[in-house]
């Protein structure tokens, strides 16, 4: 309803449950977040197959919030570049946000908060932010002035 892009890194457990919403957002980025919470190989090599079979695009992020040691070696194997959020919303939401709310700030919305996203997409615009895709902010040219 926003009319705004972003990346959106899903778990393979939502994943299995909501296959629909990759039809649904086909002008979005999926990536995969993790399965059930957990860092097991063969979990994730399924679900990134899964999710790059379905949306036709290949699978760039590895996402983590904690230095995670198992998931981070399993990022290099795959070759996947590593993204860790700048900041994770989860109970606060919008007073969290207007602290820290800045250029090139990687966000992350907890599922406990979805209700919110209306509000906090709302805030940001207002504050004169855009909200874009991982792809389009780590482009080297997107930093230049």
Known sequence: NEQISGTFFLDGTQLEKNRSILKNYKKQEFELLSYQNKYQS??????RSYLETTTRKKIQYCYHEKNNKKLLDWCIKEKLYSIKP?????????????????????????????????ILVDYIKKKGYQLVPLETLLKEDSFAE
């Open 42 to 47: 063969s979990f994730l090599k399924t679900a």
């Open 86 to 118: 700048s900041l994770v919303l989860k109970n606060n939401s919008l007073y969290e946000l207007k602290e820290s709310l800045r250029n090139g700030l990687i966000i992350t919305i907890s599922h406990n908060n979805l209700k919110q996203i209306a």
